[in-house]
């Protein structure tokens, strides 16, 4: 059984920084791992993906601000998040996908989410 939980969420003001943290447990083959964002009254939005050998793919809207990364040995995935604006709110969550893309619907399986707030 595939089990992903995400760790990390938390309030933050403008300008700060949060690390989100993923860990992956079960037989899931070669799905890819991605970080998803939500917030309220949204769709959910893909936010960062990477592929096994590292390769990243980061949404328009965190370039340069957000950054995916693994730690293959550990089964775990990051989002460092940096320069965090208010628009950044929503519920963060990890998912193994099967195509190396952001969209949500490519996603096989989902964390639980962890809430992210960003106070101006």
């Known amino acids: 059984q595939v089990r992903l939980v995400e760790s990390g969420g938390g309030s933050v003001q403008a300008g700060g920084s949060l690390t989100l943290s993923c860990t992956a447990s079960g037989s899931y083959g070669s799905l890819y791992m991605a970080w998803f964002r939500q917030a309220p009254g949204k769709e959910r939005e893909g936010v960062a993906v990477?592929?096994?050998?590292?390769?990243?793919r980061h949404a328009d809207s965190v370039k340069g601000r957000f950054t995916i990364s693994k730690d293959n040995a550990k089964n775990t995935l990051y989002l460092q998040m940096d320069s965090l604006k208010p628009e950044d709110t929503a519920m963060y969550y990890c998912?193994?996908?099967?195509?190396?893309?952001?969209?949500?619907?490519?996603?096989?399986?989902w964390g639980q989410g962890t809430q992210v707030t960003v106070s101006s």
């Open positions: 998912a193994l996908t099967f195509r190396f893309s952001l969209f949500a619907w490519s996603a096989r399986y």
């Open positions: 990477i592929d096994s050998d590292g390769s990243t």
